[in-house]
Each structure stands twice: as C-alpha cells, then as structure tokens.
C-alpha cells in the first residue's frame, strides 16, 4: 500500500512557475514508477509525465515537452513537477500516482495508487 500526498499548487500567472512535490509513504518508493496527471474541469483525466524507479528514465506529454520536468529523491520518498512557462491550458487539478514495477507508466491504467490532487490554476 502507497500513500500519495500532492502539495504545491496554486494560483500563477501565465508564464510563471510553480513546482509540484508528492511525498509517498512506505519503505518501496523507489520500486515504484512514478507519474503525474492532470484532469481540467469536464474532461478526462490526461497523462503529464513519468519517471522510472531510478529516476533515469522519463516521458513527458507532447504539450509539456520542454516547459515541465519530472523529477525524484528516492532518499526522501518524493517526486516533483517543476512547472515552467505556465500557460492558461495548463489550469487543472493534478494528480500524483504510483505504478508498481517496471511498467512504463504513459497510461493512467497502469497506476494502482493516486493521491487526493492538488489545484494548479493559471491567469492570463
């Protein structure tokens, strides 16, 4: 079992910064995949970014590339999102999930744990 616990959203202007942390409890964080997602109001939950059990390995959603960057310390049993170039599309509620194993971790069915999301809001 894998507590997830999002922190760090909130209100930014368009092209600002903000950075995600989730902190997992439990002694296996780092055999976990680790991802993170984002659900705008009335649409479907989308992936973000993921980063493998190492912290090695990453993919990140087309519209992301470049401005966001998962990243992990195993050592402190959390992940982060740094945020960069916050645009209004970007305003959603995100989501922290773990995916056990060596799953890649791009499709939202591959998680098996999800924290309760933490409110990203950009104006324009």
């Known amino acids: 079992q894998v507590q997830l616990v999002e922190s760090g959203g909130g209100l930014v202007q368009a092209g600002g910064s903000l950075r995600l942390s989730c902190a997992a409890s439990?002694?296996?964080?780092?055999?976990?995949?680790m991802g993170w997602f984002r659900q705008a109001p009335g649409k479907e939950r989308k992936f973000v970014a993921a980063i493998r059990r190492s912290g090695s390995s990453t993919d990140y959603a087309d519209s992301v590339k470049g401005r966001f960057t998962i990243s992990r310390d195993n050592a402190q049993n959390t992940v982060y999102l740094q945020m960069n170039s916050l645009e209004r599309e970007d305003t959603a509620v995100y989501y922290c999930a773990a995916a056990p194993g060596l799953r890649r971790g791009v499709s939202r069915h591959e998680y098996d744990y999800w924290g309760q999301g933490t409110q990203v809001t950009v104006s324009s």
């Open positions: 439990g002694r296996t964080f780092s055999s976990y995949t």
